[in-house]
């Protein structure tokens, strides 16, 4: 079966722009969760949602943000770049049982 | 405050080798402890996952140790080969609770033939 479908695979944005990335997750399940990974903090948790409802958030600031629509699938927003937003953004889906995480390959964003 | 410690940070070992990486964690809350394996340019993959009501899984040559006394799980990668080498990274989730999956910082696991 498919896996979790990220787009775009590496984004190039200037301070100050907004992105939208996607997040596709494996047919059949409904929670989709964002993490950010960067060199210096590793593997940071943004947020997670179940049937189009937030019902986890990390520490971020408000200019992250995300959705989550009747499919599943799943966008995170991110407006008003700053050069410390660079890192790689990953989307993992789960089913809600006891199998854990599937992540996809990620997308790289860099804001220059 | 890092809820899951991790340790090395990398880690060279010799083909056949056993490869041993260590987490601690502080939040008893914690009910699912998965290892996760990342190749460059490739998201995190699941490699095998424990729950705190058994101290040891084994998974082919993958095996976690668990002692949740002391707070501490462990990854031990037997007769380790080159295609191991990579990021290793521990993580700690409640399941069903507020918290998810915490990462620790990841382990650079290089395998020499």
């Known amino acids: 079966k498919a896996g979790v479908t990220q787009t775009p695979r590496y984004l190039i944005k200037t301070r100050g722009q907004q992105v939208t990335l996607s997040c596709s997750p494996i047919s059949g399940h409904r929670s989709v969760s964002w993490y950010q990974q960067t060199p210096g903090q590793g593997l940071q948790f943004l947020f997670e949602?179940?049937?189009?409802?937030?019902?986890n958030k990390g520490n971020f600031p408000g200019r992250f943000s995300g959705r989550q629509f009747s499919n599943s699938r799943s966008e995170m927003n991110v407006s008003t770049l700053e050069l410390g937003d660079s890192a790689l953004y990953l989307c993992?889906?789960?089913?809600?049982?006891?199998?854990?995480?599937?992540f996809g390959s990620g997308t790289r964003l860099t804001v220059v | 405050q890092q809820q899951v410690k991790q340790s090395p940070q990398s880690l060279i070992v010799q083909k056949g080798g056993i490869s041993i990486i260590n987490c601690a964690y502080e939040n008893t809350a914690f009910d699912y402890f998965p290892w996760y394996q990342q190749f460059p340019g490739k998201g995190p993959a699941l490699l095998i996952a424990i729950r705190p009501d058994v101290s040891e899984k084994k998974e082919g040559r993958f095996t976690i140790s668990f002692n949740k006394s002391a707070k501490q799980f462990s990854l031990h990668i037997m007769d380790s080969q080159p295609g191991d080498s990579a990021t290793y990274f521990c993580a700690a989730d409640t399941q069903g609770g507020s918290e998810k999956l915490v990462f620790g910082k990841g382990t650079k696991l290089t395998v020499n033939p």
């Open positions: 949602y179940f049937s189009e409802t937030q019902r």
């Open positions: 993992a889906s789960s089913s809600g049982l006891a199998d854990g995480y599937t």
